[in-house]
């Protein structure tokens, strides 16, 4: 044997003993490779069902989509053993729910899946079909947030039945029809879903997996989403007499000065705050909606009102109060002619991080770890936006971003990475089958 033979023998043992030494997929049980491998196999057919629900249209307001895409999950559920039911949500203006239960063994952890069949696409927006970008790239409207997530969670499931471990598992799945637009009263709207939460000792939130520079993150938290909405009014009149003791500075510099104090004043850790619209002059008004605005004015009159409406986003429900209360105070303050107010509307609260979502966390790196893959580092909530498994929050400690990964979220041209289909739903089968194996 020459010196090259020699020199080749030697690397070949030596990538062999590496290659030994990784736990990689060596570490999962039968059934587990069972599962990962009937993930595989159906891969096509995740991606069909996936280009299926996407060409069907499910704007949050659009009653008859959302319904449409509600009715493709109960095929997709039931033949799972599931019992599905549809819950209707005309009092808040929705179409409804899917709320579907599997009944276990009894002795494992409670599990509550969390997806929606909405997307921020409505009706009549052009941006409305599937399309194959490349081998592993797909585009539509919601095929990322939260269509994906919808197939990996009936990916996951399909290969638990075909690994014989869903049989035994306590599971509940609530699609929500209005996650990007919740309807009004919020306490009818997530009624269903925070009395699962109750019934629950673990949620999953199968909305996107956040991957940074081919990293994959897990999310234990996430932040609220609530929206505020100030109206300033003034005394119009001829604008040379502005900045009067009789004409004061009018409603447009009144609320100006607010908003330059939120600016100033608000800034704290994990807190955002953002002004998205705002009119003012003679006349102005807000739409139904309260996402159109319309004013109306001249250079030479003194503005009587002024109306802006922007958003805040807190870590905490305790962050929220009190922030609230600083942009109380703030528009109490005087401003010379003017009268301001301040109203708050009810939105998503906070998924604060707790040592119960650590664990979890910890027990996915152990999944990833046994399959070979990376630790998953847990995500900075910054980087995600509200969902729905924060009104569960508070009863039951969650995961979030087991959906698929994608770009472009709520925007025309979103596209989703079709391999993460299959990394995802075997994590998830996998996690699931340990967790059904705890007791309670």
């Given at each position: 044997?020459?010196?090259?033979?020699?020199?080749?023998?030697?690397?070949?043992?030596?990538?062999?003993?590496?290659?030994?030494?990784?736990?990689?997929?060596?570490?999962?049980?039968?059934?587990e490779r069972k599962m990962a491998a009937?993930?595989?196999?159906?891969?096509?057919?995740?991606?069909?069902?996936?280009?299926?629900?996407?060409?069907?249209?499910?704007?949050?307001?659009?009653?008859?989509?959302?319904?449409?895409?509600?009715?493709?999950?109960?095929?997709?559920?039931?033949?799972?053993?599931?019992?599905?039911?549809?819950?209707?949500?005309?009092?808040?203006?929705?179409?409804?729910?899917?709320?579907?239960?599997?009944?276990?063994?009894?002795?494992?952890?409670?599990?509550?899946?969390?997806?929606?069949?909405?997307?921020?696409?409505?009706?009549?927006?052009?941006?409305?079909?599937?399309?194959?970008?490349?081998?592993?790239?797909?585009?539509?409207?919601?095929?990322?947030?939260?269509?994906?997530?919808?197939?990996?969670?009936?990916?996951?499931?399909?290969?638990?039945?075909?690994?014989?471990?869903?049989?035994?598992?306590?599971?509940?799945?609530?699609?929500?029809?209005?996650?990007?637009?919740?309807?009004?009263?919020?306490?009818?709207?997530?009624?269903?879903?925070?009395?699962?939460?109750?019934?629950?000792?673990?949620?999953?939130?199968?909305?996107?997996?956040?991957?940074?520079?081919?990293?994959?993150?897990?999310?234990?938290?996430?932040?609220?989403?609530?929206?505020?909405?100030?109206?300033?009014?003034?005394?119009?009149?001829?604008?040379?007499?502005?900045?009067?003791?009789?004409?004061?500075?009018?409603?447009?510099?009144?609320?100006s000065q607010i908003i330059a104090a939120?600016?100033?004043?608000?800034?704290?850790?994990?807190?955002?705050?953002?002004?998205?619209?705002?009119?003012?002059?003679?006349?102005?008004?807000?739409?139904?909606d309260q996402i159109r605005a319309t004013?109306?004015?001249?250079?030479?009159?003194?503005?009587?009102?002024?109306?802006?409406?922007?958003?805040?986003?807190?870590?905490?429900?305790?962050?929220?109060?009190?922030?609230?209360?600083?942009?109380?105070?703030?528009?109490?303050?005087?401003?010379?002619?003017?009268?301001?107010?301040?109203?708050?509307?009810?939105?998503?609260?906070?998924?604060?991080?707790?040592?119960?979502?650590?664990?979890?966390?910890?027990?996915?790196?152990?999944?990833?770890?046994?399959?070979?893959?990376?630790?998953?580092?847990?995500?900075?909530?910054?980087?995600?936006?509200?969902?729905?498994?924060?009104?569960?929050?508070?009863?039951?400690?969650?995961?979030?971003?087991?959906?698929?990964?994608?770009?472009?979220?709520?925007?025309?041209?979103?596209?989703?990475?079709?391999?993460?289909?299959?990394?995802?739903?075997?994590?998830?089968?996998?996690?699931?089958?340990?967790?059904?194996?705890?007791?309670?």
């Amino acid at each position: 044997m020459d010196g090259y033979e020699l020199e080749m023998k030697q690397l070949a043992i030596a990538l062999f003993l590496a290659t030994s030494a990784l736990p990689a997929a060596a570490a999962l049980t039968a059934p587990e490779r069972k599962m990962a491998a009937t993930v595989d196999a159906e891969y096509d057919r995740s991606v069909a069902l996936l280009e299926k629900l996407t060409n069907q249209n499910s704007g949050s307001l659009n009653i008859e989509g959302v319904t449409k895409v509600g009715q493709m999950m109960r095929a997709e559920l039931e033949p799972l053993g599931f019992n599905v039911k549809w819950v209707p949500m005309a009092e808040a203006k929705r179409a409804g729910h899917i709320v579907a239960t599997h009944k276990g063994n009894g002795r494992g952890k409670r599990m509550l899946l969390i997806g929606h069949l909405d997307t921020v696409f409505e009706a009549d927006s052009p941006f409305q079909r599937f399309r194959r970008v490349d081998a592993n790239t797909a585009e539509g409207p919601g095929i990322d947030d939260d269509k994906g997530g919808m197939v990996v969670i009936v990916a996951a499931l399909r290969a638990m039945q075909a690994a014989g471990t869903l049989k035994d598992a306590d599971i509940e799945v609530v699609l929500t029809g209005d996650e990007e637009d919740v309807g009004d009263p919020v306490e009818i709207a997530r009624r269903d879903l925070i009395a699962a939460g109750k019934r629950a000792d673990v949620a999953l939130d199968f909305e996107g997996l956040v991957v940074i520079d081919g990293q994959d993150w897990g999310s234990i938290a996430r932040r609220s989403s609530s929206s505020w909405t100030l109206k300033v009014t003034a005394k119009g009149g001829h604008s040379s007499g502005i900045f009067s003791e009789n004409a004061g500075d009018g409603a447009i510099y009144a609320a100006s000065q607010i908003i330059a104090a939120f600016r100033k004043e608000l800034p704290e850790q994990n807190l955002t705050y953002n002004v998205g619209l705002i009119a003012g002059g003679e006349r102005a008004e807000l739409d139904k909606d309260q996402i159109r605005a319309t004013a109306a004015g001249k250079t030479n009159i003194i503005p009587a009102i002024a109306i802006a409406r922007g958003d805040m986003r807190t870590l905490a429900d305790e962050q929220t109060i009190r922030v609230q209360e600083k942009m109380k105070a703030i528009v109490a303050r005087s401003f010379p002619g003017a009268k301001a107010e301040i109203v708050f509307d009810q939105g998503y609260p906070a998924m604060a991080p707790t040592e119960g979502a650590k664990a979890l966390l910890a027990k996915l790196n152990v999944v990833n770890r046994d399959m070979g893959l990376k630790e998953m580092p847990a995500l900075d909530p910054l980087r995600r936006g509200a969902g729905d498994i924060a009104f569960v929050a508070k009863d039951v400690d969650g995961l979030v971003g087991l959906g698929t990964s994608g770009n472009g979220s709520h925007a025309v041209g979103e596209t989703v990475d079709l391999d993460s289909i299959k990394r995802q739903a075997k994590r998830a089968a996998i996690l699931m089958t340990r967790l059904s194996r705890e007791k309670r």
